[in-house]
């Protein structure tokens, strides 16, 4: 078997075996053998099955276990009292557990890069068209909605935060790919176990639930939108999304299920507030307000509720008001 056609199987293991870019970057993180072993390394199993799949000794399969995992290639899962091991297993979690590795050459992150520009719309598209539900959520920004409505502990930023039994914070992989806008990089917060693999991978450091407020409130004055997991539960992870560089939104949202679903609010504003500074415009990232429109200036379909409209502005013409059911969310 070839090199180039084990990585040409790993990108299809995760799921997007058409890709010429995503082989590629497999072969920056994995050598001949380190491939083989990922390959074998599916269902879940200890290291002595691992090696004997594959085809190598146990103790030069022994040795690549902590590079594979600390590279975002390998897992751990423990059942039994026993440690098994298991590969990365599609694209999202490959591109969020590899791109934050330290130490990666240059080409790696062109090669990132260069798939965004590429094929990625394409991917996430065939994704988006196999979804149930959406993948991930937007979360209003700090601040007090509508006073009638109760906001959920899944649905409210500081809850979140404060239902969390330990977190880390790691870099952004779009920005650290990307990274045009100049939005700060240290901002993806993670909950709980997500949290426990970062700070075990070195690839984030602990901080504290105030820290991680200061960090989220940062975020909102930078213009980026709070996602997490869409889930009823408290997320694994706290995401701070810019409009150009992060990947949950590569187009307009199309009908059906997409990656992205909005919170349960919308925003609104009061025409006679308003005095037409735009500065909601700059900072919607979803092309949901206009200005002409002098009846209703929030285009309900676009808006995502996020609220980055509402934190500046000025004369606090904009407010968030609740649009979908407590039901929105999946369970």
Known sequence: MTQESLYQQ????????????????????????????????????????????????????????????????????????????????????????????????????QLWREYYDTEYTKHHRQFESILPNSVVRVIPVNIVVESDIQVAAFEDIRQIVEHAENLAVVNC????????????????????????YALERGTGR????????????????????????NTRSIGHVICNCCEDCCINWPGPRQSGVNFAAPSRFTAVCDVDLCTECEVCVERCHFGAIDMDNKADRIDEEKCMGCGLCVVTCPTEAITLKEVRGEDFVPA
């Open 10 to 109: 790993l990108a299809e293991a995760i799921g997007v075996g058409d890709s010429g870019i995503i082989p590629k970057i497999f072969a920056v993180l994995a050598n001949a053998d380190e491939a083989r072993v990922l390959l074998a390394a599916a269902p879940p199993a200890p290291v002595e099955e691992i090696a004997e799949r594959a085809g190598l000794p146990v103790d030069a399969v022994e040795d690549m276990i902590e590079p594979l995992f600390k590279k975002g290639l390998l897992f751990k899962s423990k059942k039994e009292g026993k440690v098994r091991y298991y590969r990365v297993r599609q694209l999202f979690q490959f591109h969020d557990a590899t791109i934050v590795t330290k130490d990666l050459p240059r080409e790696f992150f």
């Open 173 to 196: 992989t779009c920005r650290l790919v990307k990274g045009d806008c100049g939005k700060p990089l240290e901002v993806c917060i993670q909950c709980n176990r997500s949290a426990d």
């Open 206 to 229: 602990e901080i504290s639930k105030d820290e991680a407020l200061q960090i989220l409130r940062m975020c909102e004055e930078e213009g980026l939108v709070h996602v997490v997991n």
